[in-house]
């Protein structure tokens, strides 16, 4: 079992920066493909980045790209997502999610995901 916890959501004028974090628990995390996903009101979960175990590739969603970074700390069990230059459509319930079993490989469907976080809510205003 993978538990995860997020944080550093919240509220934020357009152009500005947020450092997301999720925690896990269990000693899966080494060997985890994570990710995170992001799901505003009324829309689709989407796919945001996610970040391998064995070398630490990296995938970003086009809309995100230059100005959002994925890395992950082992040692801590940690997961980040820097997420700068925020505009309004940034908007939305950020979920992080660890892929435990299959190959390393980055995955875009949510279903591809075996651990989900309760969600940190970012906010960003024009």
């Known amino acids: 079992q993978v538990q995860l916890v997020e944080s550093g959501g919240g509220l934020v004028q357009a152009g500005g920066s947020l450092r997301l974090a999720c925690v896990a628990s269990?000693?899966?995390?080494?060997?985890?493909?994570m990710g995170w996903f992001r799901q505003a009101p009324g829309k689709e979960r989407e796919f945001v980045a996610a970040i391998t175990w064995t070398d630490s590739t990296t995938v970003y969603t086009d809309s995100v790209k230059g100005r959002c970074t994925i890395s992950r700390d082992n040692a801590k069990n940690t997961v980040y997502l820097q997420m700068n230059s925020l505009k309004p459509e940034d908007t939305a319930l950020y979920y992080c999610?660890?892929?435990?079993?299959?190959?390393?490989?980055?995955?875009?469907?949510?279903?591809?995901?075996?651990?989900w976080g309760q969600g940190t809510q970012v906010t960003v205003s024009s």
């Open positions: 999610t660890a892929r435990t079993s299959g190959i390393d490989s980055i995955r875009y469907q949510p279903a591809s995901y075996d651990y």
């Open positions: 269990g000693r899966t995390f080494s060997t985890s493909t």
